[in-house]
Nanobody, 123 residues
């Protein structure tokens, strides 16, 4: 069983930055695909970025060039650096993990989820 705990959300002005962290339990973290999803009120959960254990990274078009994912396998932690934030980035952000090597864009492909952290960008 893998447990994921996010932190780092908050309120920021448009154009600002935030860094989210996701700490994972489990000895096999390094073999997991890790991803970030977000869900705004009244909308479906959407893919933001995913990273395979081999280093392959895939970003949603809406965040390309602004967000950066990274992982520290020694600390069992994945990060999401968010720069140039826009009001449309406001959402609850979720960390997700799945065992395997493929980064999927569909939330149902992920087995493990964090509790979510709120990111609010004021314009």
């Amino acid at each position: 069983q893998v447990q994921l705990v996010e932190s780092g959300g908050g309120l920021v002005q448009a154009g600002g930055s935030l860094r989210l962290s996701c700490a994972a339990s489990g000895r096999t973290f390094s073999t997991y695909v890790m991803g970030w999803f977000r869900q705004a009120p009244g909308k479906e959960r959407e893919f933001v970025v995913g990273m395979s254990w081999s280093g392959g990274i895939y970003y949603a078009d809406s965040v390309k060039g602004r967000f950066t994912i990274s992982r520290d396998n020694a600390k069992n932690t994945v990060y999401l650096q968010m720069n140039s934030l826009k009001s449309e980035d406001t959402a609850v952000y979720y960390c997700a993990g799945r065992f395997g090597s493929t980064v999927y864009y569909t939330p149902t492909r992920y087995n493990y989820w964090g509790q979510g952290t709120q990111v609010t960008v004021s314009s």
